[in-house]
């Protein structure tokens, strides 16, 4: 998967090292099936995609320019990160 990324970025090693640190990655993002509230998902990643740079310049001292997650595939469809226009990277 990360071979995927790097590749989709157009990074070799040395571009990875160089650039890793400025990449974030969601590592758990459910919502409750009970939960009944349209588009939810996609304004969750919309404010947390326009928030998270602010706020990683204020902890760490740089922005984020990349935005990426993992989705068990044998579990989920991944359906939220496709409404909110998120790129497949590969598999």
Do not use: M
């Amino acid at each position: 998967v990360i071979k995927d990324r790097d590749t989709y970025l157009g990074w070799d090693q040395a571009t990875r090292k160089r650039n890793i640190h400025l990449t974030t990655n969601n590592t758990r993002f459910l919502i409750l099936p009970w939960i009944n509230s349209p588009h939810l998902a996609s304004h969750i990643l919309s404010s947390v995609s326009r928030r998270i740079t602010q706020d990683w310049i204020e902890r760490y001292g740089h922005g984020v320019y990349l935005l990426e997650t993992f989705v068990e595939q044998d579990r989920f469809k991944g359906t939220c990160y496709i409404a909110a226009n998120w790129c497949l990277a590969g598999q």
